[in-house]
């Protein structure tokens, strides 16, 4: 049984940036700027807790040099997100990143359009997310909000899901992202329910963060594309600045709920 929300311990919730579309501007034309390694040391100053990049097999932003550089130049934790691939792991382990996100990947999305099918790829996951763990690399899935799949990612040993928050943040009418947003609940309570560390992200901004931000069962959200497109207008350390005040004053208010209910 899950527990009562008010009972649950609401730990410090994590921002992770995702830098790889400061890479999509410099790719747009070639060249070094801008420099997603900047972009990283600034969003350290800004309020970030880690950094996430997705080295994708076409290399359409984030390069395996940009990879070096990251790891050599940030101290904040690096967030390798990668295709359940023997390139991939063999790059993870070349480099030890902090932590690997394990996320479907086609050649022709734009970006990553769904979560990864945990429960129908055990055979080809399992040997890949054993060889991450023995290597010390924390393993996080990438799946969409199922009971389903949070079970199978349990039965892989992955001790970290990020759930794709996609639907909700593209829902247009209020039923459809009350819809979504339930879901978003569900999962994030089974998914403490078996053990699970609870991330979530892909397309929330400062307008929809704030009832995932307070999802007490969630200890981190990684954020990236939102960001650098409002860089443009504001500056990268702004934007950021701002998102994190977000979170925390959103997580304030469900801590004081929670212990109005207690």
């Not at 023995?134 to 969409?144: E, H, K, Q, T």
């Amino acid at each position: 049984m899950n527990a009562p929300l008010h009972t649950l311990r609401r730990h410090k919730l994590r921002l992770g940036v995702n830098i790889d579309h400061v890479a999509t501007i410099r790719n747009a034309r070639g060249g070094l700027h801008p420099d997603p390694v900047r972009a990283a040391l600034l969003a350290a100053e800004a309020g970030a807790d880690g950094i996430t990049a997705h080295l994708r097999e076409d290399r359409r932003h984030i390069t395996d040099a940009d990879l070096d550089a990251l790891v050599g130049n940030i101290s904040l934790p690096l967030n390798l997100e990668m295709a359940a691939t023997d390139e991939m792991l063999g790059i993870a382990l070349k480099h030890r990143p902090h932590a690997a996100c394990i996320v479907p990947e086609r050649r022709a999305e734009r970006t990553t359009e769904g979560g990864l099918d945990a429960a129908g790829q055990h055979n080809v996951l399992a040997p890949i997310i054993s060889r991450l763990q023995d290597a010390g690399i924390r393993v996080s899935l990438f799946i969409a909000p199922e009971a389903r799949q949070l079970e199978a990612a349990a039965r892989l040993g992955a001790p970290v899901v990020e759930l794709h928050t996609g639907p909700y943040s593209h829902a247009v009418t209020e039923a459809e992202v009350a819809a979504e947003m339930a879901r978003l609940v569900r999962a994030a309570e089974t998914g403490a329910a078996l053990g699970l560390e609870m991330h979530a992200g892909h397309g929330l901004t400062f307008d929809n963060v704030g009832p995932v931000a307070a999802l007490a069962q969630l200890h981190e959200l990684n954020i990236g594309h939102f960001l650098i497109g409002e860089a443009v207008f504001t500056g990268l350390g702004p934007a950021i600045a701002r998102m994190r005040a977000a979170m925390d004053e959103s997580r304030a208010r469900g801590a004081a709920a929670d212990a109005a209910r207690a």
